[in-house]
């Protein structure tokens, strides 16, 4: 029998998403828990599996389409059950499945041809179509795809860098148009929803992390590993949970129409993450729980995952407070925009050596670092953010006190 596979939920009120790449096309045969299709939705590329063995009859969106939720996304014939189909709908499949063969045999040579004793390159029929146009050899071109799956985008990346020479030739630029779309899209209008309806204030401070430093190199000498990367995050995280102890408004969320604040128990702190498909915000659940171990392993698996695109949505739901690394690429201060429903976000500047004097009056130098908070202040005034801040830097400036409070 034919049936339609319906696009499930995916997200917290998802209900539309772009098809980014079919894995497969019309006439594949496909089993239960095979990746069908990568849909971009509006906080990560998320990859849907087909829950049954069968073949596939129709593929209702072509790559860059909106899909919705809740309606068919494809058709596939199930296995084992062809007795009951209509002929039409037998000699369709059939057809298709013909053409498909048809299209296969005609590339295997191809690229057989093109890699000599190289192994088959991943990619989809659609790419190899698109390469046979081309006449590229797709051995040449670097995938980025998983298990180095060579992409549509990889295909087009390959043709624009090939007629670069012929555009710097040109006397006169060419303006270059693309859609906004996807993450982006959907980051812009965040951004500016926040931006226009949450009364934002901006607080900035130094934090001296001489003594961080060299405890990050401390555990860094002890306890890292090829899996296993100790930065300064973990320790920035886990400072900001035991404050919240203290300050718990600033770990509440507050409803669409402001008449609700929920103080959310678990410490869910996100982490803002430049990834691959724009910015994304992973959450590190339970912070309060989780040593600066486990911390740092959390780290390293989201911001992976979120630089990669290929994120749990489960991943990107239910944050609190927000950090942004921002002075990991550079910059001192910064204004950001707090990740709704949270009602603040703090972005770290560049750690800097710079002249300060000690309880003697002498001029030595120190790590500094300047923390630029943006909070709701509907929710949180100047002196409740000065007051956690205050509490946060003391952790951070002399971290034998946040070791004790973690006992």
Same mark, same amino acid.
């Given at each position: 029998?034919?049936? !339609? ?8 009120g998802?209900v539309?998403? =772009? ?27 998320v990859? #849907? ?6 073949? #596939? ?17 494809f058709?596939?014939e199930l =296995? ?24 296969? @045999? ?10 000599? !004793? ?30 180095g *799956? ?16 012929a ?6 630029? @060419?303006? *270059?148009? @693309? ?9 812009a ?11 934002h ?6 934090? !001296?992390?001489?003594?961080?430093? @060299? ?44 008449? =609700? ?35 740092? *392993? ?26 942004s ?18 009602v603040? #976000? ?19 130098a ?7 908070w943006s ?25 034998s ?7």
């Amino acid at each position: 029998m034919q049936k !339609d596979f319906i696009l499930p939920d995916i997200g917290e009120g998802i209900v539309e998403c =772009e098809v980014i790449e079919w894995k497969i096309a019309e006439g594949d045969k496909i089993e239960e828990d095979q990746i069908v299709v990568d849909v971009s939705t509006d906080k990560a590329i998320v990859e #849907i599996p087909s829950m049954f063995n069968g073949r #596939i009859t129709k593929l209702y969106y072509a790559e860059g389409d909106t899909a919705k939720v809740q309606q068919p996304l494809f058709a596939i014939e199930l =296995e084992g059950q062809e007795e009951g189909i209509e002929q039409s709908t037998l000699v369709e499949s059939k057809s298709v499945e013909t053409a498909f063969t048809q299209v296969e @045999e005609v590339v295997q040579p191809a690229v057989a041809q093109a890699t000599g !004793d190289s192994e088959k390159v991943l990619t989809t029929p659609a790419v190899r179509k698109m390469a046979r146009e081309h006449k590229l050899d797709l051995a040449t071109i670097a995938g980025t795809g998983r298990q180095g *799956r060579v992409l549509k985008e990889d295909v087009l990346d390959y043709l624009s860098e090939k007629k670069t020479p012929a555009v710097k030739q040109s006397s006169e630029a @060419e303006d *270059r148009v @693309e859609p906004i779309k996807g993450v982006r899209r959907i980051m812009a209008e965040r951004m500016s929803e926040a931006a226009s309806t949450i009364p934002h204030f901006t607080y900035v401070d130094e934090v !001296d992390v001489t003594q961080l430093m @060299e405890l990050r190199q401390n555990l860094k000498e002890s306890y890292a590993t090829d899996d296993l990367k100790i930065t300064l995050m973990p320790l920035f995280i886990k400072a900001l949970s035991l404050a919240i102890k203290e300050f718990p408004i600033l770990n509440s969320r507050t409803n669409d129409d402001f008449s =609700e604040l929920t103080y959310v128990g678990s410490h869910n702190i996100g982490m803002a993450v430049d990834g691959k498909t724009g910015l994304l915000v992973p959450n590190i659940k339970n912070v309060q729980k989780l040593g600066i171990l486990d911390i740092a *392993r959390e780290v390293m698996r989201l911001t992976a995952a979120a630089r990669s695109g290929k994120i749990e949505p489960q991943d990107l739901a239910g944050g609190t407070i927000t950090i942004s690394n921002i002075g990991a690429i550079g910059g001192t201060a910064a204004t950001p925009i707090i990740n709704s429903p949270g009602v603040a #976000i703090v972005a770290l500047g560049k750690i800097q050596s710079l002249p300060r004097y000690n309880e003697q009056g002498d001029l030595v130098a120190r790590k500094i670092m300047t923390v630029s908070w943006s909070g709701d202040h509907r929710v949180i005034d100047g002196g409740t953010i000065a007051r956690f801040n205050n509490l946060w830097m003391g952790y951070l400036e002399v971290p034998s006190t946040m070791l004790a409070a973690m006992m």
